[in-house]
C-alpha cells in the first residue's frame, strides 16, 4: 500500500519519518516529482533503482534545504558559488566533485566522482528537506524511461504499490526537470537543459558549452536519446496533421485532428513546460482507441524553457532501443 499524503504540518512529518526511516517517498517539487531516499543509506538508494527498474549506471540528484549544506558536500569553486547564490533554490542541479568528507552514498552518484545537487524551489520540498536533515537523493518518480510525472496522481499509476508514500504538492508549476549544468573543469557545460534558461546562466558566467561526448555516454546518463520516451512516437515541426496523428498543439491547433492536447493556447512557452508531460500522458492514454498510432507535435520556439520542451520531444521522437534502459 503506498500513503497519500497531504502537503499539512503532519503529512510532511509523516513523510520525513518515513525517509529517516530509510523508505521511498514521492513528493512534489517545482520541476517534477521526485523519488525521495535517504541518500546516506545505500540500502534506501539500491530500493530507489529497484523501484525505478532503473538501470546502475544512471546516478541521481541529490536534494538539500539551502545552498550551504548541498555546497558542503562538494569541492566548490567560485563559479559555482555564484551560481548557486543566483538560481538556488530553483530548478538547476549543479554537478561537481564530491568533497572527500562526502556522506553520500556511492550508488547515488553510480560510482562517478561527481555529485549532481540541487536545492529546490518548492515551499513543500523544503521544509520536507529541513525535517529530514539529510540529503535525499530523487529521480523523478517514475518509471525509467517513462515521462516524469507531474501530479501526485501520475505518481499513483507509475509507482503505487511499489513505494511507501506520496507527498501531494499538487500540480508542479514549472513541470519539466531541472537544467543540469557541470562546473567540474573551467569550462561550464550544460548537460540537460531544463526549468532554469541555459540564457539566465550565460547572462551570470558566460558561455555555457554544450555537451558534446559520444551520444549515450555515461556523462550524463539522462542525455540518452530516448530517455524519456512516452509510449507513442512523437513527429516534431508537424505543420498538417495525419490521419493516424493525435495533435499536440502549441497556439492555434492545426486542423483536422481528432485528440488534441493544447499545451498553450496563447503560446505561451511556461504554460506549455508545465502542461507538457500531462499532455503527452493524455494524448498517450487516448490515442489506441481512436486507432492514433502517433504524435504530431507543431513547432514550439527554441528559446528560453522552450529549448527543455524541444529537448524533450526529441527524445520522444528518437528511435527506440529494444530494450530501453539496457543502453550503455
Ligand atoms: P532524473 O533521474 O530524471 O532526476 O535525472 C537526473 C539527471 O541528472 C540525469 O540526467 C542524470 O544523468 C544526471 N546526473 C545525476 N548525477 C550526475 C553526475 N554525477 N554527473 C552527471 N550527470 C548526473
Ligand atoms: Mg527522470
Redesign the pocket.
Known amino acids: 500500500m503506498t500513503e497519500s499524503l497531504h502537503a499539512s504540518r503532519d503529512g510532511i512529518r509523516r513523510a520525513a519519518t518515513l525517509l529517516r526511516e530509510g523508505a521511498l517517498v514521492a513528493f512534489a517539487t517545482e520541476t ?1 516529482y ?1 523519488l525521495g531516499a535517504d541518500a546516506t543509506n545505500d540500502s534506501a538508494v539500491a530500493a530507489v533503482f529497484v523501484a525505478k527498474d ?1 538501470p546502475r549506471f ?4 541529490c536534494h538539500y534545504p539551502d545552498a550551504n549544506t548541498a555546497l558542503a558536500d562538494v569541492v566548490v569553486s567560485a563559479a559555482a558559488r555564484r551560481v548557486a547564490e543566483a538560481f538556488w533554490p530553483g530548478p538547476l ?1 549543479l ?1 561537481l566533485r564530491r568533497a572527500s568528507r562526502c556522506s553520500i552514498s556511492l550508488l547515488a ?2 560510482g ?1 566522482d ?3 545537487l540541487r536545492v529546490p524551489g518548492h515551499d513543500v520540498a523544503r521544509s520536507l528537506l529541513q525535517q529530514v536533515g539529510r540529503p535525499v537523493a ?3 518518480a517514475n518509471r525509467s524511461g517513462r515521462v ?1 510525472p507531474t501530479t501526485a496522481q501520475h505518481v499513483q499509476a507509475e509507482l503505487g504499490g511499489r513505494i511507501a508514500a506520496i507527498l501531494d504538492g499538487g500540480p508542479c508549476d514549472v513541470g519539466v ?2 537544467t ?1 549544468l ?1 562546473l567540474c573543469s573551467e569550462q561550464p557545460k550544460l ?2 537543459a531544463g526549468g532554469t534558461t541555459i540564457e539566465a546562466i550565460e547572462n551570470l558566467i558566460g558561455p555555457v558549452a554544450s555537451y558534446s561526448g559520444a551520444p549515450n555516454s555515461i ?5 540518452l536519446a530516448s ?1 524519456y520516451a512516452p509510449g507513442l512516437p512523437v513527429r516534431m515541426g508537424a505543420t498538417e496533421v495525419e490521419k493516424d496523428e493525435a495533435l499536440l498543439a502549441f497556439g492555434s491547433p492545426l486542423p483536422g485532428a481528432s485528440l488534441v492536447f493544447n499545451l498553450s493556447d496563447q503560446g505561451d512557452l511556461s504554460e506549455a513546460a508545465s502542461r507538457l508531460f500531462a499532455g503527452l500522458r493524455m494524448l498517450d492514454q487516448n490515442a489506441p482507441a481512436l486507432g492514433l498510432i502517433r504524435v504530431a507535435a507543431m513547432p514550439v520556439p527554441d528559446h528560453g524553457i522552450g529549448r527543455a520542451i524541444n529537448d524533450r520531444l526529441r527524445r520522444a521522437s528518437a528511435p527506440r532501443p529494444l530494450k530501453e534502459d539496457s543502453c550503455p
Open positions: 517534477v521526485g532503473r544512471n546516478p541521481l540528484i542541479t554537478v552518484s553510480a562517478l561527481t555529485l549532481a530523487a529521480p523523478s516524469s526537470e531541472s543540469v557541470d548537460l540537460r556523462r550524463s546518463p539522462g542525455m530517455h
